[in-house]
């Protein structure tokens, strides 16, 4: 497996703060949430599942209702798709921690099989640090908009997040942080978008040259990042990937133009992909 770089000093600073007229353009999360309406009836389209089970986690301050319309979508499909049960996403705290370690190994003991795990903000920052405690349990981790290479002050919800978590920010180890800025050691996948209001993109995209690591931009906004079209097909694709069997993403010709940077990203970001710099 190839040399992964070490992304600690690359990190997304203070200055990458999404700006206030984004944050207040996070309403168009609406969008995104009607725009997967037509998915459930356009199944046909995407690819069906193999069974496997799958556990989906919210993002920060929100609970399990916020992915019933996804998890539901993948049960349509066929996969065993499940909530984590802990309630509230309240920040970072031991006893979401050791639950979410508990409801992983729950699962991969009643199916007799790897967990997929798919975490939405703050939701994939947990699944990325369970998959490196689990790597045995886990199957392959999808995040979607986590600030897992992010200083604190670069996101607009960390006062909140000092504010409720139980442990904050500056009680965090500084090796903790640095861990988290690895790829955990199972296939993985971070979905981001560069219109994101809540947490600067710049830390929630990988930078690691190993071979099942890779970014996928969907564009819109954070708050709608569970329910965007864009991040529904990119997660159906590769949850139907055979075990051990991880390609790159590649979304099916009738589907590839939704991913064109129509979206009105590019007045943010330009047209541009700063990831090939």
């Given at each position: 497996?190839?040399h992964?770089?070490?992304s ?6 203070a ?44 993002g920060?301050?929100a ?114 942080l ?5 790829p ?19 830390g929630?995209?990988e ?11 969907v ?8 329910f965007?079209?864009?991040s ?12 051990a ?10 589907l ?9 990203d ?8 700063p990831?090939?710099?």
């Amino acid at each position: 497996m190839a040399h992964t770089q070490n992304s600690a000093g690359s990190r997304a600073r203070a200055e990458h703060r999404p700006s206030p007229l984004l944050f207040w353009l996070e309403g168009r999360a609406i969008y995104d949430a009607a725009g997967m309406l037509p998915l459930f009836a356009m199944q046909n389209l995407l690819p069906k599942g193999d069974g496997h089970p799958v556990l989906v986690l919210p993002g920060f301050m929100a609970g399990a209702r916020t992915t019933q319309p996804l998890r539901s979508l993948l049960r349509q499909l066929g996969y065993k798709a499940h909530c984590w049960k802990l309630g509230y996403n309240s920040g970072y705290s031991h006893r979401l921690h050791q639950g979410l370690r508990d409801r992983v190994k729950e699962l991969s003991d009643r199916y007799q099989q790897k967990v997929s795990l798919i975490g939405w903000s703050l939701g994939g920052v947990y699944a990325r640090e369970i998959a490196r405690e689990m790597p045995d349990n886990i199957r392959l981790v999808i995040s979607m908009g986590s600030p897992f290479r992010a200083h604190p002050h670069s996101t607009n919800a960390h006062r909140v997040f000092d504010l409720i978590s139980s442990v904050r920010y500056r009680d965090m180890p500084g090796s903790m942080l640095e861990n988290m800025a690895e790829p955990p050691p199972v296939p993985t996948t971070a979905l981001y978008t560069r219109g994101d209001g809540v947490v600067a993109w710049q830390g929630t995209v990988e930078i690691s040259d190993r071979w099942d690591v890779e970014n996928i931009h969907v564009g819109g906004a954070h708050l709608g990042l569970g329910f965007n079209p864009r991040s529904v097909i990119a997660i159906t694709d590769r949850l139907a990937l055979a075990d051990a069997a991880w390609r790159p993403f590649k979304p099916a010709p009738l589907l590839s133009p939704l991913f064109y940077n129509w979206y009105p990203d590019w007045l943010v970001q330009g047209h541009h992909d700063p990831l090939k710099a």
